[in-house]
């Protein structure tokens, strides 16, 4: 668990956002290649190791679900590619919507954005879910609750890509919308 | 003389600790300041970023380049900067509306034509740095031999890596890179604000930059960046001159576009035009050429019309910079103003609609990236202890996989230095060689980011298809510069590696350029050198000469004065000489002759003095 020994943190799922900045800037004051100008290569170069260690595990572990993603993986837990099959339907519906709206059906335009705001809201369920997890995980340390976490982070990976494919969609007939009718 | 060397003007710099300097190496104008006790302070003026080849093939830099402009514009580069870490192909729209003059066979290096003479991108801009330092110098009265340079926040990394190669050519040592945005925000920061969310629009000559930051506590964190390097200034030039073009020709009957010297006077007669026209209502493009005369009256809401589209090509990287940064618009508590551009009444209230906020504009606009760059200089130099600036990488950093994708390894904005890690293995049994390809950008597809380098892992053991494990480390320095360490996992070993840019110069070219500059920075040197010993020759000689019709003069013993007559005519034998050092020992000789004679006078203005009586 280098990140958190860089930032001086036992490994917890959860972590106290303010605590965590100001470990990150007290550790940079100290590390950062600027205060080694003058230094040795030698020393320069461990400076530009450690500030890039900080620099990485500050970034991760900040954002509540790569913080997750970073501890499955240490505790070498792959995360799935495989579809999640409760969302099954609701996906195969939104696939239908995009490809209506990408070949230029409008009608297929209210039933895209209802999609997007249904999963919108998975995704904040998720989210809640795993913060749940975390916490849950930390009193405890009980591994099955680490499987929990997995499955959440893996619907959230999908939730998320559909979201972005349905907005870019949106995004993309709006404009085109617009050039056409000027 | 001992008791006049004040008057005398002694041209001998004092020794002193050498400075490290900040510099703003601009697309228009550059600058350069240092760190002093009581905070950053300019150097000598600006410098126009123009370079020149005279006809007898001397180079010149800055304000005297600038004139040539308009007597040998074939000569004469502006806005070298444009130019910077790229290929032959990417410049085909520069070309368009600049008037750079790519040198014929110009193969994956770009080369510039300038008379006789050809030179990359990182020469040209060498040519203002030498000229900056050696301001800096005479400034200062120390060498400078080291150097924060400013770069645009959005540069990528061969652009960083081209100005890092001017400032070695220049025989800079350049101690780091700090994107423009962040050394404006650190000078502003010193002088203002102490906490609270800032965003800096940056729009200058030729380039463009937004960044946001938190400042807390001295240290400036970057949140995001977002910009346009080839957005400026000079576009809105290039849409008044191409309207004043069209005007001329169908009152002339002529095309004047094709006369070098007439559009750099109508170049200029633009610049001066739209500069006006941010304190007046209306102005004249006004060109007097070979007899001829043409006028224009632009007012402030056509000129509005005409470069609303340039203003609007800032917006967008505002508001992806905003999204970025995760902070809501509320929460910026200011936004700062930097570059020429920004005095344009129109920008200013674009980025206030935007921003929802009056943006400051009592710095200086042109000379705060300069202070900052000064400011990061003192840091370095230990000078600056409680401050810290925490910098980002503007663009993503990614590998080419299988189908010409791209695999993301560092986002945008993520803090530099910054690293990552991949594992690489071989497809084919007894493999030697793995190439991997680094592309820089936001998109999907190789095609659509810009190829970085290719990094060819050379020497591997041969082992079966898949069982090979080379792991790839990918660092971002602090200058926002890229550089990749691979070792064989199995043996431990590091593996070589052959890296090959795909724009800009490499090791070796650039190697060959400072040693051709530093032969000619030698030459400098001692060129001026010997013309401060003449100055200081010429002091000394005229003020004995002086001193000799003084009455003390005749109070000398006759060794004493055949003595100083000697030290005089030794002084003018050496005075033509290019051996500086000799003229010095010849002036010190002198300055021991007239020892007793600079007494006397002195004993006889006391004596007078004490008389009251005039000397």
């Known amino acids: 668990m280098e990140y958190y020994e860089s930032l001086g943190l036992e490994p917890h799922l959860t972590l106290d956002p303010a605590d965590l900045q100001q470990r990150f800037y007290t550790r940079s004051r100290q590390w950062h290649p600027d205060r080694f100008s003058r230094a040795s290569a030698e020393e320069q170069q461990k400076a530009l190791d450690m500030t890039a260690l900080l620099n990485d595990a500050f970034r991760t572990l900040r954002d509540p679900v790569t913080r997750a993603e970073y501890f499955l993986k240490q505790n070498h837990i792959e995360l799935g590619k495989e579809a999640p099959p409760e969302l099954l339907e609701d996906v195969f519906e939104l696939n239908m919507a995009l490809d209506e709206l990408r070949g230029g059906d409008e009608s297929a335009r209210p039933q895209l954005a209802e999609a997007r705001k249904r999963f919108g809201a998975m995704l904040e369920e998720i989210d809640a879910d795993l913060a749940g997890l975390s916490l849950k995980y930390d009193q405890s340390l009980s591994e099955p609750i680490l499987e929990g976490i997995r499955g959440a982070l893996n619907r959230r990976r999908y939730v998320s890509n559909l979201i972005r494919s349905a907005e870019e969609v949106l995004n993309a007939t709006i404009l085109s919308g617009e050039e056409s009718s000027n | ?388 600036l925490l910098d980002v990488t503007p663009l993503s950093l990614g590998i080419e996989t299988m189908g010409g994708l791209v695999s993301k390894l560092i986002h945008r904005n993520s803090t530099i230095p910054a690293s990552a890690i991949e594992q690489f293995t071989t497809a084919v049994d007894g493999q030697r060689n793995v190439l991997i390809h680094v592309v820089q950008g936001e998109r999907e597809l190789v095609k659509d980011c810009r190829s970085l380098a290719r990094f060819d892992l050379k020497g591997l053991d041969p082992v079966p298809a898949g069982s090979a494990r080379i792991e790839v480390r990918f660092l971002i320095d602090a200058n926002g510069i890229l550089s990749v360490t691979a070792k064989d996992v199995r043996t431990g070993k590091s593996v070589e590696q052959e890296v090959k840019p795909s724009y800009g110069l490499t090791d070796e070219q650039v190697e060959a350029m400072i040693l051709e500059s530093f032969e000619k920075a030698e030459a400098d040197f001692k060129e001026r050198q010997v013309r401060e010993a003449r100055v200081q020759a010429d002091a000394m000689l005229g003020a004995t000469e002086k001193a000799k019709q003084h009455e003390a003069f005749n109070s000398l013993s006759g060794d004493q004065r055949k003595a100083i007559q000697k030290a005089i005519n030794e002084l003018l034998v050496v005075y033509h000489h290019d051996n500086y050092l000799l003229i010095r020992a010849k002036i010190e000789q002198l300055d021991q002759a007239t020892f007793a004679l600079a007494e006397a006078i002195m004993n006889d203005a006391v004596r007078g003095a004490l008389k009251g009586t005039q000397v």
């Open chain 2, 1 to 388: 003389m001992s008791s006049f060397q004040i008057d005398f003007g002694n041209a001998t710099p004092p020794a002193g600790p050498s400075k490290i300097v900040g510099i703003d190496l601009g697309t228009t104008n550059s600058l350069v300041a240092v760190m002093e006790l009581t905070g950053p302070r300019i150097l000598s003026g600006i410098v126009p970023s123009v370079v020149a080849v005279k006809p007898d093939g001397d180079v010149l830099a800055g304000a005297e380049a600038r004139e040539m402009l308009l007597t040998h514009p074939e000569r004469t580069i502006y806005s070298v900067k444009r130019l910077m870490g790229r290929g032959v192909e990417d410049v085909q729209p520069e070309l368009k509306l600049f008037p750079f003059h790519v040198a014929p066979g110009s193969g994956s290096v770009l080369k510039v034509q300038l008379g006789e003479k050809t030179f990359t991108p990182p020469e040209v801009s060498a040519h203002i740095l030498r000229k900056l330092k050696l301001d800096a110098e005479a400034a200062l009265g120390v060498p400078v031999t080291q150097a924060v340079i400013t770069v645009p926040a959005y540069f990528n990394d061969a652009q960083r890596q081209a100005t890092k190669d001017a400032g070695r050519i220049a025989g800079l040592e350049v101690l780091r890179l700090v994107n423009e945005p962040t050394a404006a925000a650190l000078a502003y920061g010193l002088d203002k604000r102490k906490e609270g969310i800032v965003a800096v629009y940056d729009f200058g000559g030729g380039t463009f930059d937004i960044s946001i930051l938190r400042l807390h506590d001295g240290i400036f964190e970057v949140l995001a960046t977002n910009g346009d390097t080839h957005l400026g200034g000079d576009d809105i030039d290039n849409l008044l001159l191409h309207i004043a073009l069209e005007d001329i020709q169908s009152e002339w009957g002529e095309d004047i576009s094709t006369r070098s010297d007439a559009v750099q006077l109508l170049r200029r007669a633009v610049i001066e035009a739209k500069e006006q026209l941010s304190f007046a209502p209306a102005a004249t493009i006004d060109l007097a050429y070979h007899g001829r005369r043409y006028q224009r009256e632009v007012t402030r809401e056509l000129f509005e019309q005409i470069i609303l589209p340039v203003i609007d090509r800032t917006l967008g990287p505002c508001r992806r910079c905003i999204a970025d940064a995760k902070v809501p618009i509320e929460d910026i508590n200011e936004v700062v103003m930097v570059g020429g551009s920004t005095r344009i009444p129109l920008v200013r209230s674009a980025v206030e609609k935007l921003f929802r906020k009056r943006p400051h504009t009592e710095l200086n606009p042109d000379e705060v990236v300069a202070l900052g760059a000064a400011v990061q200089a003192g840091i370095l130099a230990g000078e600056v202890v409680d401050q810290l």
